[in-house]
């Protein structure tokens, strides 16, 4: 084998580190030295490692992580004939203990990154282990191929020749030789073969090879030994298990020649086995720790995705059914009782699961985190899933126990359910997904059906949430402007602002459709900035440009988030300043229900807002159950009754309770010194009634829909006229 060399350009490494070093090196040599088919003594095979440790530090706390000398490792370990498949895991064992350990503590990487690093090395050296052995059974296979071509060959010219070179070919080679006649009864065994059935002889010699039937055989392994041993065929070579004696499988290579006497008539059958077992058992293995989830040992995505892709190809008559199921309120148990207490919790979930899918074509599998799927197939899946769905949610009905503590869990849980080979895996997944947050926003503890509409909008909103700091960015938003009427001489009293977004794709949207996804994603800040700019911009420019008339006012409207952002006061000040504009021509519109319960330090900027001239509006008022006697520590100068209270008020006789409502909330305003706005004017007869009963202002379709700024400026000329 071929040693690294020790980097240089480093100098000589510091004591304390190298001794940990030689430390960790002693570690892994006592592991895996037993196991290891080596000449080598214990302080050379320690010289051996001790450069690939060396190499896993390096790579541990290089800054620019790479895996490769874990890789490299892996092969190493091969290349000295560690190829026990133990050797493998125990070296596994030995990284994830003990490498972060006495490795870990040179530099100020996190922790939590060393562990992961270590994690992603372990995976690497596997694989480089596995890549190696897989190299060496290539070349071992070649090497036993041309062999079994030699081994042929001699036995043919030992049966026409000599026994005695016979007998030094069959007995000396390094596979299982055995020989039988066209019937099955096996005639010879070599030393080799008996070794790998256990070492009885009586347990190979005088068989029919008939009696080696084995339940996981392929279905064409006897329909080629039958054309062999009819001289259709010279040979075949297939992969083939035997159980031995003891009831333990023996996994071969085998291949079966058919030999024929002078005449070439076929007589005997000769077949050389080559023992896979080992090999498979490393396959298997692997194979088994990549396709399960380490926690839960619940299969993980990937064999879940092979699953499902299974159940929708397309066959007559099948159905499939999928149960995507995320535990409410996971994080917060993970942020109070720590990670550990977490796994815990979902290793008891996971077993719950378990044992709501035992029926045939059902499997559950976690995909991550808090998120495990069921899936179900056969005929009958409208029913079936429903059930599965109910077991699911009964099954975490009960409480946990975690350190002490008894944890009650819930879920919400998005069904799917249809006919195969209509969708792909991907989209099945992603409609579970939609469909599971569906059941989360309405409440969780609950599950509901996957909806074609509801997945479309879904998608929509994901579009456009994706979309909209580029959307920002490439000026893709306007502003419209509504005219604020004053009741009593009918002139423009000022406007409000009224985002719109120009989207490439779905035309113009209105605030309703972006507005709630801007505040879900932090954008609302910079949007309500630049809105609050233009509108501030284009009211000065109404006062500079129009001295024949302008809004004496322009209303804003302030998201929630915006009232929590610690720069809105210091931004407001600064829009109107740059602007020119007087903080009494702006008006900042917060709805009613964003300061339902709001302590003083939420409305501190709004009474600084309101202390240097600003009008603050409590829009949509009436519809979040305010107490009215709270109206008092508000700092605000203007009530936005909300349209429903007047609507009623478009029929004539208007409905006298809402004549009363209003008149109430009417009176109290003026005596709290508060003007009064109503939105949603749309006929003659209601602006009527407002203006009787002591209303300020108003605004709706009844005078104008929201439109460019000329418009306004339209009204304006018309009122002076």
């Excluded at 541990?60 to 091969?78: E, K, W």
């Excluded at 799927?373 to 429903?386: C, F, I, K, S, W």
Aim: hydrophobic residues 40%.
């Amino acid at each position: 084998m071929k040693v690294p060399s020790q980097p240089s350009g480093s100098g000589a490494e510091p004591d304390g580190l190298e001794d940990r070093l030689r430390r960790f090196v002693t570690i892994w040599s006592r592991a895996i030295f037993p196991v290891t088919a080596t000449s080598l003594t214990r302080a050379e095979f320690e010289g051996h490692l001790l450069p690939l440790a060396r190499e896993l530090r390096t790579a541990l706390h290089d800054r620019s992580f790479d895996t490769a000398p874990a890789h490299r490792a892996g092969a190493a370990l091969v290349a000295v004939h560690c190829t026990d498949p133990d050797a493998l895991s125990r070296t596994l064992g030995v990284i994830d203990s003990y490498l972060v350990l006495y490795c870990g503590t040179e530099q100020d990487t996190p922790g939590e990154e060393l562990r992961a690093r270590c994690s992603r090395l372990q995976h690497a050296m596997a694989a480089g282990f596995a890549q190696a052995l897989r190299e060496r059974t290539r070349v071992e296979q070649e090497a036993i191929a041309r062999s079994s071509l030699s081994a042929r060959s001699a036995a043919e010219v030992a049966l026409h020749a000599t026994e005695t070179r016979f007998r030094a070919v069959f007995e000396g080679a390094a596979i299982g030789i055995a020989i039988a006649d066209l019937e099955g009864n096996v005639l010879e065994v070599n030393e080799t073969l008996t070794r790998m059935f256990g070492g009885l002889e009586h347990h190979v010699r005088s068989k029919n090879v008939s009696e080696w039937a084995h339940p996981e055989d392929a279905p064409h392994v006897w329909r080629l030994y039958d054309e062999l041993v009819r001289g259709e065929r010279e040979h075949y070579r297939v992969e083939k298990p035997y159980y031995r004696g003891d009831g333990t499988v023996l996994w071969t290579n085998l291949t079966v020649s058919l030999l024929r006497d002078a005449e070439g008539f076929p007589q005997y059958q000769l077949a050389l086995m080559e023992d896979t077992t080992e090999r498979r058992l490393l396959n298997l293995r692997l194979r088994y720790e990549a396709t399960h989830d380490a926690l839960t040992g619940l299969p993980n995505r990937t064999l879940f995705f092979e699953r499902l892709e299974k159940a929708l190809a397309p066959a007559e008559g099948a159905r499939f059914g999928l149960c995507y199921l995320d535990l409410d309120g996971f994080k917060a148990i993970n942020d109070s009782l720590g990670h550990s207490a977490g796994d815990r919790l979902l290793v008891e979930v996971a077993d719950r699961l378990q044992s709501c899918a035992t029926a045939p074509g059902e499997m559950v599998a976690r995909l991550g985190g808090d998120e495990f799927v069921a899936l179900t197939t056969g005929p009958h899946t409208e029913r079936e899933v429903v059930e599965l769905a109910n077991r699911i949610l009964a099954s975490l009905a009960t409480p946990i126990g975690v350190d002490g503590r008894e944890l009650t869990v819930r879920g919400s849980v998005g069904v799917v359910e249809g006919p195969a080979g209509e969708r792909t895996a991907a989209e099945v997944l992603r409609s579970a997904d939609i469909t599971m947050y569906r059941a989360k926003s309405a409440g969780g503890n609950r599950f509901e059906f996957a909806d074609a509409e509801a997945d479309a909008r879904a998608i929509t909103r994901h579009g456009l949430t994706t979309a909209l700091p580029a959307a920002l960015e490439r000026g893709e938003f306007f502003i419209e402007y509504q005219p604020l009427v004053h009741l009593g001489d009918g002139t423009v009293h000022g406007a409000e602002a009224l985002v719109r977004w120009c989207h490439p794709q779905h035309g113009v949207l209105g605030p309703d459709r972006f507005i709630p996804l801007a505040e879900n994603t932090g954008l609302i800040v910079p949007l309500g900035r630049w809105v609050l700019e233009e509108a501030v911009r284009q009211a000065r420019f109404w006062q500079t440009r129009h001295s024949d008339g302008g809004p004496l006012r322009i209303n804003v409207n302030l998201s929630p988030t915006q009232l929590h952002h610690p720069r809105l006061v210091a931004d407001t000040v600064d829009v109107l300043e740059r602007s020119g504009l007087e903080p009494g021509a702006l008006c900042l519109e917060v709805t009613e229900s964003a300061l339902i319960g709001a302590d003083d330090d939420l409305l501190k900027p709004l009474r600084q807002l309101a202390e240097m001239g600003v009008d603050i509006a409590l829009d949509d008022f009436g519809t979040g159950y305010s107490n009215l006697a709270n109206l008092r520590r508000l700092p605000v100068s203007v009530l936005k009754l909300d349209r429903s209270f007047t609507r009623g008020m478009q029929q004539h006789p208007a409905d006298p309770v809402d004549l009363k409502i209003v008149e109430g909330i009417v009176s109290l305003a003026h005596s709290l010194k508060l003007a009064v706005t109503v939105e949603g004017v749309e006929t003659g007869a209601q602006a009527q009634q407002l203006r009787e009963l002591g209303c300020d202002t108003a605004q709706g379709w009844y005078y104008a829909r929201p439109g460019a700024p000329d418009r306004i400026h339209a009204l304006l000329l018309a009122d002076a006229v």
